[in-house]
Structure formats: structure tokens, C-alpha cells
């Protein structure tokens, strides 16, 4: 079964960055779209980005874009979330996720991460 664990997550100050990963074991990424969401307290979970299974297709909340960027490394199974220009409303715990599906759009997970705590605050 595949697991998948993200880490990279702390204290950041507004305007500062952050790069997320999330590293699978126990089977490859490599067929898999994969999704970072995100849950702020109080709040409904909400998603922020999907890469297709061969890294060619992204997509992007519109309140991430232009500052957000997913990319992923296949042969170190790893996929990554470049978090640039934070703000206080990016405060949440960001989750990925993987689809059996290669493309993005989907929604439908088949395995998930526990979350990192991403708090951006003075």
C-alpha cells in the first residue's frame, strides 16, 4: 500500500517562502496525479494543487496562483510544493494526496498524508 508522509511545514513570516514534500513509500508515484490540500482551523478543507501522474499538467486554486508552484520527482518519489509570498490566510495543515488517475480534475483520492502545519504569522 502506498504511504505518503509530508513534512517541511513550520513558522513562516508574511512574504516569506516554504517548500513542502511529501514522500511515498511501499509503491511508486509514478502512475499517480497528486493533490495538495489544505485545512485552516474553523475551516473546510479546501484544494491547492494537483500535478499529473508524468508531471506535465498542473492546477491551482485561484488564491494560490502565481505564488504556489507543485512539481514532482519521480525517481525520488517525492512531490513538492514551493510556497512563495505567504500570507496569513495560507495558515492551514496541508495534506497530500494521490489518485490511481494520472490526470488532475478528478477529486477522487486514493491515499493520503497526514498533514503539515504551514503557520504564517509576525
Known amino acids: 500500500q502506498l504511504q505518503l508522509v509530508e513534512s517541511g511545514g513550520g513558522l513562516v513570516q508574511p512574504g516569506g517562502s516554504l517548500r513542502l514534500s511529501c514522500a511515498a513509500s511501499g509503491l511508486s508515484l509514478r502512475s499517480y496525479s497528486i493533490h495538495w490540500l489544505r485545512q485552516a482551523p474553523g475551516k473546510e478543507r479546501e484544494g491547492v494543487s494537483c500535478i499529473s501522474s508524468s508531471g506535465g499538467s498542473t492546477n491551482y486554486a485561484d488564491s494560490v496562483k502565481g505564488r504556489f508552484i507543485i512539481s514532482r520527482d519521480n525517481a525520488k518519489n517525492t512531490v513538492y510544493l514551493q510556497m512563495n509570498s505567504l500570507k496569513p490566510e495560507d495558515t492551514a495543515v496541508y495534506i497530500c494526496?494521490?489518485?490511481?488517475?494520472?490526470?488532475?480534475?478528478?477529486?477522487?483520492?486514493?491515499?493520503w498524508g497526514k498533514g503539515t502545519l504551514v503557520t504564517v504569522s509576525s
Open positions: 494526496a494521490a489518485d490511481r488517475l494520472p490526470f488532475c480534475g478528478s477529486g477522487n483520492m486514493n491515499y
